[in-house]
């Protein structure tokens, strides 16, 4: 089974239901479970490029131990805390590391499921989905599709303005009021553009027959089978099995909102 063949609509609804899981607890061996299971199996049954996935992982990681940091310097006293370290206002206690690092680890387990999905999953294909299996109103869809392959055009148009700007000499911003001129004339050319792409896309969709009916016939058929169906229990399985491993190793611990 590789990830790239799941139906998006179950791998999204697989990945959702499985957060709200984990987010209920809230102890570092739920969460570690997870992402070494969801790791494993990025790599494992999915084509990823590890310098790619290290990209996207990077800002969580770094979000991750901005938590980390901060809640174990500045934890939150009580009486009967274990003081670990102190030095003037900064204090470390046990209660603390632990709250730091399972609050890191919850963040870093939910950043790779959230990467899993993207990853390993076509936008369009998703789109299909959603509106095959979710019943997503066709006209929002395709509007969404094509945005999306906006997305490349608009760059280039703005390289190119980049470019024109630097054969007619005109000199690079330094100031604020020079960068807000320098934006106000890169966006005024790029927003007209846009619409004269969204104006002549509209028309060529409406030419071709496209009315933003429900009942339509696709020429991709997005389908789903026990394959899907056995990733979202095989999802529920590890996020389940994980917390009982936590259970069974004395760190089960239920989110109470408190920090």
């Given at each position: 089974?590789l ?12 990945i959702?239901?499985?957060?709200l ?9 739920t ?10 199996a990025?790599?494992?049954l ?20 901005m938590?980390?940091w901060?809640t ?29 690092v ?9 950043a ?7 990853l ?10 959603l509106m ?6 066709p ?21 190119t303005l ?7 000499g ?7 009021s ?9 966006v ?13 896309t509209?028309?060529?969709m409406?030419s ?7 009942n ?43 920090l």
């Amino acid at each position: 089974m590789l990830l790239h063949e799941v139906n998006p609509s179950i791998k999204a609804f697989a990945i959702v239901i499985s957060i709200l899981i984990l987010s209920v607890f809230f102890d570092p061996i739920t969460p570690l479970i997870i992402i070494l299971l969801t790791v494993t199996a990025t790599f494992l049954l999915a084509t990823v490029s590890f310098k790619k996935w290290l990209l996207l992982f990077a800002p969580f990681l770094f979000i991750a131990l901005m938590y980390v940091w901060s809640t174990m310097l500045f934890p939150r006293l009580q009486e009967g805390d274990n003081v670990i370290w102190e030095w003037g206002f900064l204090t470390m206690t046990a209660e603390g590391f632990r709250r730091g690092v399972s609050l890191g680890l919850r963040v870093l387990s939910f950043a790779t499921l959230s990467i899993m999905f993207t990853l390993t999953t076509k936008p369009t294909d998703f789109l299909l989905s959603l509106m095959q299996q979710c019943k997503l109103p066709p006209k929002l869809a395709y509007g969404i599709m094509a945005g999306y392959r906006f997305l490349p055009l608009i760059k280039e148009e703005f390289q190119t303005l980049q470019n024109a700007h630097r054969v007619r000499g005109v000199a690079k911003a330094r100031t604020i009021s020079e960068k807000v001129k320098q934006l106000k004339r890169y966006v005024i050319p790029l927003l007209a553009g846009a619409i004269r792409k969204a104006e002549r896309t509209a028309l060529a969709m409406e030419s071709k027959g496209f009315t933003g009916e429900k009942n339509r016939i696709f020429y991709r058929e997005i389908t789903v089978t026990k394959i899907d169906w056995l990733f979202f229990v095989l999802m529920i399985s590890a996020v389940l099995l994980s917390a009982f491993i936590s259970w069974k190793l004395g760190y089960l611990q239920f989110y109470n909102g408190e920090l």
